[in-house]
């Protein structure tokens, strides 16, 4: 049990490092770029479904409260917004990339694939009548944003010594150094991907979880999470004040990073107890469609954890990839929060058809056995 503990801590610091550093590194990128180019697509339908799409298929929920600030203020379309909130699988895509990059990149070139069609499908048969006071409501990401300048120049005369600088430059230092201490490795123990045991109850009960089949396979996680750890370094150096005590002090890690390491760690050390002393995963795998339903109602859940069981679950083996899409196009983390803020009407109608897509996505899956 201790070596478990052990190993569930390591993979726990891998995902945590890993989402965070690339969280900052989108963040300065969606600082840099601004979002000005959506402004132009206003007159164009399907322009706005095609942005709505690409900023729901940014890792995170800042592509996707973009979306919704645009279509707030009119700038985005009803078809183009659900599209968004199908694209997006907020914070979880970055521990998709972490630990099932090959299935992350098709979860999200299905997501974003059904997400454009929805939308335009939605815009073409579905006119909604929703009152916005764009004069009156102005939605912000983080406030400040209204000048690049604030984030986008690095230099280290932006350094200041502070305890808050200092300890955030070692956490991303330690990331640079972890995965080449053995301090933080991918054990395979905990997080094995028995793709090809899915659907196959008895294979999945005996299996050897004890013995990684990659014993002498190279830590491609651990090199990527230094070298985007690195990075997050360099900008943490160099950033200016406003970006690192809005973006990086508070919003990263007072916000992000404990509730990640320890949602990480609760749904990690869960599945594998259940999976080691019980027989939850023949159950699983006997009771799909109930799994199916569950995967769906969580994924409304707008915030960032709850949907770790089902990553879990799909790479111990339990079940099969069409749950984890479902998962996926359901839920967008903390993406809609803004938009039940604004309009609940929209809000549920959004929500009520990514519940019958998702569904209907997953039980075509689970019939033709994908």
Not at 28 to 49: A, C, D, E, T
Not at 60 to 68: D, P
Not at 249 to 271: D, G, S, Y
Not at 272 to 300: H, R
Request: net charge neutral.
């Amino acid at each position: 049990m201790i070596e478990l503990f052990i190993e569930v801590i390591q993979q726990t610091l891998l995902i945590t490092g890993f989402v965070i550093t690339m969280m900052m590194i989108i963040e300065f990128v969606n600082i840099l770029s601004h979002g000005n180019l959506l402004i132009r697509l206003k007159n164009s339908p399907v322009g706005q479904v095609i942005a709505g799409t690409v900023l729901g298929m940014i890792p995170g929920c800042l592509g996707t409260y973009t979306a919704v600030s645009l279509f707030t203020h009119q700038l985005l379309s009803f078809g183009a917004l659900v599209a968004a909130l199908i694209a997006t699988s907020g914070d979880e895509t970055f521990i998709m990339l972490a630990l099932i990059p090959r299935e992350a990149i098709v979860i999200i070139a299905v997501t974003g694939v059904i997400g454009f069609i929805a939308g335009v499908l939605i815009d073409r048969f579905y006119k909604p009548t929703f009152n916005f006071y764009k004069n009156d409501y102005k939605f912000e990401l983080h406030g400040h944003e209204n000048s690049v300048a604030h984030g986008s120049k690095l230099s280290v005369k932006n350094f200041s010594f502070t305890y808050r600088r200092v300890l955030a430059l070692l956490i991303f230092g330690f990331f640079i150094i972890a995965p080449f201490t053995g301090i933080i490795e991918h054990n395979h123990n905990v997080m094995m991907p028995s793709i090809e045991n899915v659907g196959n109850a008895d294979a999945l009960h005996n299996n050897d979880v004890g013995h990684p089949s990659h014993e002498h396979h190279v830590n491609w996680l651990g090199i990527t999470l230094a070298i985007c750890a690195s990075i997050g370094f360099i900008i943490c150096l160099t950033c200016s004040e406003h970006f690192f005590t809005d973006h990086i002090w508070k919003h990263l890690i007072k916000k992000h990073f404990i509730k990640i390491f320890l949602w990480t760690f609760l749904a990690l050390i869960l599945i594998q107890v259940l999976l080691k002393y019980t027989s939850f995963d023949i159950w699983i795998s006997e009771n799909l469609w109930l799994v199916l339903l569950a995967a769906v109602l969580i994924g409304i859940i707008p915030e960032s954890g709850p949907h770790l069981l089902f990553i879990s679950l799909y790479i111990s083996g339990a079940i099969p990839l069409s749950i984890l899409i479902a998962n996926s196009i359901i839920q967008d983390g903390h993406g809609a929060l803004p938009l039940f803020a604004e309009s609940k009407k929209s809000f549920f109608i959004a929500k009520g058809l990514n519940i019958v897509i998702s569904l209907a996505i997953g039980a075509i899956g689970l019939l033709i056995g994908f």
